[in-house]
């Protein structure tokens, strides 16, 4: 309750909450009745439960090499082996966790910096718009994955360093879904009002603002993860993976050379990437018809 | 003179922007562990602490950051960026070899997505709950969700093994030894499966752009008089509904050039195209700064120029923003 | 199956070493060997087959095509197309007049005499000198990184324009292989003696010789092409009309070219896969003649400066843990042979006869416990890193890969590091900053070229492919010193039998196996380049069958 604020007007935050609530239950109907997103949500389930007890249920350390190199599937490991002998159903279930956790990592990464660049931009204007865009637009103009490869063989391969480096050429797009929704909403009644009433700006921002933002950047949340999942397996293909981790990428850049020979152990991760890259398009055409019902046709 | 007001500025934009890549690739060599020096010093296979010294004041690493940015850009306005150790040449001489087999590969790779997917989002839109659109969506979904270098091999199995019927490696043959239209043909021969793996991941946003592009202007007013006309189905469709749908596309993809050209190291990688992102793989794997800068910064030239051309081509369209500048 | 011809000819030692001894003994016959010289000029070499337009795959970028100042395949195999040499060397070590008509060693060995072909001219038309001769010598001297290699070359003499004098500072028994196409290239003074650094001379990218092909284009990382001299000194040769070396950096393209017959020839395929899926194709087939002087060893070198590698016992543990069987015939797919010490089977002072270090987990276990390194509760005694050279996957990442679960079997925590890039991995190893590292290293035909340098205590130095290990045994240093000038092939061979003995019990280098080198080939090639040098030597008599 801010003091200034006469009695019986419902403050700002409500309001805002109001706004929110009822389009987000309305969503939910509208996705939960769009079998595509719903099949896209129970395989991504399905994958992540897979990466987070298949591990441990299945036992068997992705890095021990457990029959000859290159055996095929169902000759001593169920998908086969790869180039030293590991088992492949072992590294498909272990390298998930890596994969997916770079991806989401990455998509965080990507999220906050174009929230926080296309928020302040959106909401401030003036100069800052103007800097911020410039930054944008500067961004854009270097190809995402070479800015990548640059990043990582610059700062060494490692999960994070990818993460990061996925994360800062991904974020233009967020930055300017958000400033545009920022621009929308910010003309919008309820943000004047409290602008009126003179709230502090960060409170406006992150209070009022974003909550009615949040759709499409779920949307446009859900879409960085595949395009992070991408990028990983994209690096790693280029050898720019980090070989003490297993991830899907490293099974695939890995594997790739003998690709002629053995076609399971670049396969069967290439499945796991497409599927969950698969599923999570299909969640965010989901969410985006859900709840941006005028853009549906998009 | 308007001509003028209208250009003058984007060159200044264009500038400020190179200038920006050109500092931040020296950023990036500050911030990051080691030095041109190291790299040259790995090259050679190690050298004493003298020689060290020696490489890194010929490379002017001794001196402060300041004057290093000013020299580093003065270079750069000069054309000069740099020398590649790998390679043995100024790194502009080698880049410039690589910028046209890079041009053709990324054209013909957003021509076959634009063609190919508007052609079919709008065959689906005419029937938006029909089978065929039902397909063409699942294909785009399975196109765009597929690592491009995965969707390479298969067709580098499909095409060039299993059934060999293109080749599968660089941009004309070894011996090939013919006259200009024979090596048009040549290389048309040689793009066909680079630029048809590149164009699959965009083929998606093509043909659901179209598609949701052609619904909202199928519905519209005047499409309806067309149509009352009693003008051809087909006439309405390809005539006055397509051309107003075209903008859209025209817009991604002048923002989707950069995007082309990330996914073009990948495909240039599988099918040994010999463009600037095989020249980026290359100088990464031998850590040749010089050039790996010099690709960023005139990747990032191409963009500039590709958003500044679709800028001017969506002015030709779209007469309505020609009076703005 | 054309694999049978290369792959199965394993028990290759004897013949090859039993021709180079005896053929390395004639020291001051090789004059009289003149007269045969390559026997092209008179027969028909190429079998009728004269033209055509040969394409080498390659998957290696050269920097530059001059030889001299760069080691390497890469740039040795177009460089020794275009620069002639004074000899070159047969498939049994013996060396054959090249450049030179003879090449005379004084009884001391310490005076070797330089005769050239009358009439020999660079690609230019200007005449092959003695000068050029003296030039070349002294170039590559101050530049190759091979820095023993000419090192006893005190001064050079040109009494004549044919005649060069090299005098030696004391006995040099490796001078013979020094003047291998790929080692000694003689340059145009007139183009190269223009003041200019050589290491960054203008004209190695665009240069000149006197060999069977000219330089008509190198695009960098793309292509090479090599055109037939017409004036070339050894008449009716080279068969071929055109070289077209193709740089494919990945490794199945370059594989589908071969299968589609878009490309001729690969030589130093290494991938096994590859090399038995090409084999088994019906127009190629695959042999690992061509790669005896090379002498290409994959290896595990250790830091013997650093705790706990300094303990002999350690690193012979870690030796005991490793089964060599396994990656030679599993990971490798037979391809490849198990290498045993620092001498490859094919020279002629390869010994068998060390430490085998047959895989023994109890012994290296127990090795172990008693050095004083007992397992923690984890199992885990002490954690290792271990690098390799990025971009030759199966020789190096993988088996650095393979030895991450096998050392954990001892209690050994092993990190496996990426190197992005070469240099990066080049600089940590030169730096002293690794554990373990896998690493290839060539023998490059005389001990005392290519192998000398990784054992010489006053050879540790900042610089990769050098004694990085920081390992010393003044045993082995006062080995070397003598069999380097030791004229008599015999006893020269058992000093070397004696430091092979010492230094696979010592373990600084636990020798892993021999690079499975292969050259595919399109049956339709005539000559195969199969000498000791392979296609690191001019391919003058090789020919495309019509």
Known sequence: MTPDRPAGTPGPEAVAALMVERPLREAWRMFAANRAALLGLAVLAAIVLAALIGPPLYGVDPFDIVWAPFSPPGEGAPLGTDYIGRDILAGVLQGGRATLAVGAAAAVITLVIGLIVGALAGYYGGWVEEALMRLTEFFQVLPPLLLAMVLVTLFSPTLTTIAVAIGIVSWTSVARLTRAEFLRIKQLEYVQAARSISARDRRIIWVIVLPNAMPPLIVAAALAIGVSILFEAGLSFLGLGDPDVMSWGLMIGSNRKDFLEAWWPVTFPGIAIFLTVLSVSLIGDGLNDAMNPKLRQR | MRALGVILPKLVYAVGMLLAVVVLNFLLLQIAPGDIADTIIGEMGGATAEIEAEIRASYGLDRPLAEQLLVYIGNIASGDLGYSYYFNRPVLEVILGRVPATLILVIAALLFAIVAGTFLGVVAARRPNGLFSHVVTVLALVGYSAPVFWTGLMLLILFASIVPVFPVSGMVSPVFDGGLAARVVEIAYHLVLPALTLGIIYLAQYSRLSRASMLDVLGADYIRTARAKGLAEGVVVYKHALRNAILPVVTIAGLQFGQLFAGAVLVETVFNWPGMGLLAYDSILRRDTPTIMGVLLFSALLVILANMATDFAYRLIDPRIRGRA | ?546
Not at chain 3, 387 to 413: C, H
């Open chain 3, 1 to 546: 199956m054309a694999m049978r011809q290369g792959a199965l000819r394993k028990g290759r030692t004897t013949g090859a070493a039993r021709g180079a001894a005896g053929a390395m003994a004639g020291l001051a016959a090789i004059g009289l060997l003149a007269a045969a010289g390559p026997a092209a000029a008179q027969d028909d070499v190429c079998a009728g087959n004269k033209g055509g337009t040969m394409v080498v795959t390659s998957t290696q970028v050269p920097r530059h095509l001059n030889p001299a100042v760069q080691s390497g395949v890469a740039t040795a195999v177009p460089g020794t197309q275009i620069f002639a040499s004074p000899l070159r060397f047969d498939k049994d070590w013996k060396p054959v007049p090249y450049l030179a008509e003879t090449v005379d060693v004084s009884a001391d060995g310490k005076t070797v005499t330089i005769v050239l072909r009358d009439g020999v001219t660079f690609h230019d038309g200007k005449p092959v000198t003695s000068e050029d001769v003296k030039f070349s010598i002294e170039t590559i001297k101050a530049n190759h990184p091979f820095q023993t290699m000419l090192a006893p070359v005190e001064s050079i003499d040109t009494p004549d324009a044919r005649t060069t004098v090299l005098h030696l500072s004391q006995p040099h028994p490796a001078i013979r292989l020094a003047m291998s196409p790929a080692l000694m290239p003689i340059m145009p003074k007139h183009v190269f003696g223009d003041g200019q650094d050589a290491k960054t001379h203008p004209a190695n990218n665009d240069p000149i010789g006197s060999g069977p092909f000219k330089l008509v284009e190198f695009v960098p990382a793309e292509r090479i092409v090599l055109e037939r001299n017409p004036d070339y000194f050894l008449k009716g040769l080279p068969c071929l009309d055109r070289i077209v070396i193709n740089i494919v950096r990945d490794s199945a393209n370059a594989v589908l070219s071969l299968e589609r017959g878009e490309s001729h020839m690969q030589p130093f395929t290494v991938n096994s896969r590859d090399i038995k899926r090409l084999a088994e194709d019906e127009d190629l087939a695959a042999t690992r003649d061509g790669y005896a002087a090379v002498g290409p060893i994959n290896w595990l070198a250790f830091n013997t400066r650093k705790s706990p590698l300094d303990n002999r016992d350690v690193r012979k543990a870690i030796a005991f843990a490793v089964d060599r069987g396994f990656i030679t015939d599993k990971l490798q797919q037979g391809i490849a042979a198990r290498a045993t010490g620092p001498i490859t089977p094919d020279s002629p002072f390869y010994t068998a006869d060390v430490e085998l270090y047959e895989k023994d987990l109890d012994k290296a276990n127990a090795m172990l416990d008693a050095a004083g390194f007992p397992k923690n509760a984890d199992g885990i005694r002490f954690p290792l890193t271990i690098d390799y050279i990025p971009g030759v996957d199966e020789q190096q990442k993988n088996i650095a890969e393979f030895l991450k679960p096998t050392l954990k079997q001892i209690g050994v925590d092993l990190n496996v590091r990426a190197a992005p890039d070469f240099p990066t991995w080049a600089k940590r190893v030169a730096g002293g900053d690794f554990d373990l590292t896998m690493d290839i290293v060539f023998n490059w035909g005389d001990p005392v070229i290519g192998v000398h340098r990784t054992y010489l205590t006053d050879n540790i130095r900042p610089q990769i492919w050098t004694n990085t290990q920081g390992y010393s045994n003044p045993k082995v240093d006062e080995l070397l010193t003598q069999a380097g000038v030791e004229l008599d092939e015999a006893r020269r061979a058992d000093l070397y039998r004696e430091f092979q003995k010492i230094v696979v019990d010592d373990v600084p280098i636990f020798f892993i196996n021999l690079l499975p080198y292969h050259t595919v080939y399109d049956k339709k090639i005539g000559n195969l380049p199969v000498t000791i040098w392979g296609t690191m030597s001019p391919m003058d008599e090789v020919y495309l069958a019509k």
